[in-house]
Nanobody, 124 residues
Framework: QVQLVESGGGFAHTGDSLRLSCVAS????????MGWFRQAPGKEREFVAA????????YYSDSVKGRFTISRDNAKNTMYLRMNSLKPEDTAVYYC?????????????????WGQGTQVTVSS
């Protein structure tokens, strides 16, 4: 049974930093490209960042490029999202997801497994 569990969300002020974690179980972690998505109230779920199986390649949405950093530790079955310079528009539920193919890292439908999400709220 594949399980992805996010943690690290919470409240922050503009300019603060948070680090999200996603722990995977029931899956051969290093076989999967991983991604972070987010969904704000009343909006579609959107791509945030993705990382290849070996961490050699990373992808970011334009809205977070330069502020967020995605990483993974295959030995710990864990992926991270370091979020710096947070803005109120970063407020959303953040989801981690796993994709065995990794050919289209920004495409939500390509991800087979999803976590339950962790809330990030940024106030001004």
């Amino acid at each position: 049974q594949v399980q992805l569990v996010e943690s690290g969300g919470g409240f922050a002020h503009t300019g603060d930093s948070l680090r999200l974690s996603c722990v995977a179980s029931g899956v051969t972690f290093f076989d999967y490209a991983m991604g972070w998505f987010r969904q704000a109230p009343g909006k579609e779920r959107e791509f945030v960042a993705a990382i290849s199986t070996t961490s050699l390649t990373t992808y970011y949405s334009d809205s977070v490029k330069g502020r967020f950093t995605i990483s993974r530790d295959n030995a710990k079955n864990t992926m991270y999202l370091r979020m710096n310079s947070l803005k109120p528009e970063d407020t959303a539920v953040y989801y981690c997801a796993a994709d065995q193919l990794g050919t289209r890292p920004t495409i939500l439908d390509d991800y087979a497994y999803w976590g339950q999400g962790t809330q990030v709220t940024v106030s001004s």
